[in-house]
């Protein structure tokens, strides 16, 4: 099921990686300069491609869905383990903006529920 779309992932990852550091490389940084959005570009034209030429079966797909949605969140976790350091040696703007963006997401996510209509009490107060 999900173990499908490992090989698709691994690929994509893998030239995403190649492509980035050759762009930092040509932009003067010692630096991946992209790799993760350009592999995230690869794995969604190479799904599109399979499964507009019918060569992705269902269950493969559903194993591309996955690890795309997995992808960019944990990359971005591991991304940010890394600059915690520096950015709490920068000051107290980087505390400050780390607390108020937590902050601000709270407020949106509740926010966004409260517009949700709540079935379960609709339903309980017609009967």
């Known amino acids: 099921?999900?173990?499908?779309?490992?090989?698709?992932?691994?690929l994509?990852?893998?030239?995403?990686i190649i492509l980035g550091d050759l762009l930092g490389h040509a932009l003067g940084v010692?630096?991946?300069?992209?790799?993760?959005?350009?592999?995230?570009i690869f794995l969604i034209i190479a799904r599109l491609y399979l499964h507009r030429s019918r060569r992705l079966c269902v269950?493969?797909?559903?194993?591309?869905?996955?690890?795309g949605a997995l992808y960019i969140p944990v990359?971005?976790?591991?991304?940010?383990?890394?600059?915690?350091?520096?950015?709490?040696?920068?000051?107290?703007v980087a505390l400050i903006a780390a607390v108020g963006s937590v902050g601000l997401c709270g407020l949106f996510v509740s926010f966004i529920n409260r517009m949700e209509p709540q079935h379960a009490?609709?339903?309980?107060?017609?009967?």
């Open 1 to 10: 099921m999900i173990i499908y779309g490992t090989a698709l992932l691994a």
């Open 12 to 16: 994509c990852h893998l030239l995403g």
């Open 30 to 40: 010692n630096a991946n300069v992209g790799g993760v959005g350009i592999a995230m």
């Open 59 to 67: 269950t493969s797909e559903s194993g591309v869905f996955y690890w």
């Open 75 to 92: 990359v971005v976790a591991m991304a940010m383990q890394q600059n915690v350091v520096a950015a709490l040696r920068g000051g107290p």
């Open 121 to 127: 009490e609709t339903e309980t107060k017609t009967e």
